[in-house]
């Protein structure tokens, strides 16, 4: 059974930071790309972050380039997601995703976590 559990959101001031964590079961791991997405009320999903199969490769969205840092252990079957220097608008429910390719494209992923939400005050 293919799991993907998200971990470590909550609630943080402007400028905090939050690590977020993504455990994996049910599939190879280091056989899949992974991504983070956000998806904020009343929008649609977004892509975040995407980390290749070996963790040699990444890309983010310009508005995370900076800031936010994907990482995954292959030993732990865990991606993970720092999100430093937090502002009001990262505000959303963040998802890790699993895929044959890394992509920014939601579509090209085939496995998805339910999310953790990530809310950023002023």
């Known amino acids: 059974q293919v799991q993907l559990v998200e971990s470590g959101g909550g609630l943080v001031q402007v400028g905090g930071s939050l690590r977020l964590s993504c455990a994996v079961s049910?599939?190879?791991?280091?056989?899949?790309?992974m991504g983070w997405f956000r998806q904020a009320p009343g929008k649609e999903r977004e892509f975040v972050a995407t980390i290749t199969r070996s963790g040699g490769s990444t890309s983010y969205a310009d508005s995370v380039k900076g800031r936010f840092t994907i990482s995954r252990d292959n030993a732990k079957n865990t991606v993970y997601l720092q999100l430093n220097n937090l502002k009001p608008e990262d505000t959303a429910i963040y998802y890790c995703?699993?895929?044959?390719?890394?992509?920014?494209?939601?579509?090209?992923?085939?496995?998805w976590g339910q999310g953790t939400q990530v809310t950023v005050s002023s």
């Open positions: 049910g599939f190879t791991f280091s056989s899949y790309a």
């Open positions: 995703a699993a895929g044959l390719l890394g992509s920014s494209v939601s579509k090209r992923y085939d496995y």
